[in-house]
């Protein structure tokens, strides 16, 4: 399960004892004492900011392959190169 989907299965359904989510969201935490339950906070909130940042990686990356792309095509124009997109 990716982080994003752990991190709002927990917040949508942590107070809703009533769904069989939430009832098995309560069922795990209750089992826990209060630094397990911390450390298991703190872990989701890791998994999930590394996961934002692996996204933000990744959109940066297509941002420059795109810039790249369209500057190769403005330089051979300017070369009078034709361009075809395959």
Known sequence: MK????????SDYI??????????????????SSSQKAVVAKNISKAYASHLEEEKEKSDTRKKKKKEISELKRKAKELGLIISEA
């Open 15 to 32: 107070e809703e004892g009533t769904t069989p989510k939430g009832v098995k969201i309560q069922s795990f935490f209750s089992h826990l």
């Open 3 to 10: 982080p994003k989907k752990i991190a709002n299965l927990f």
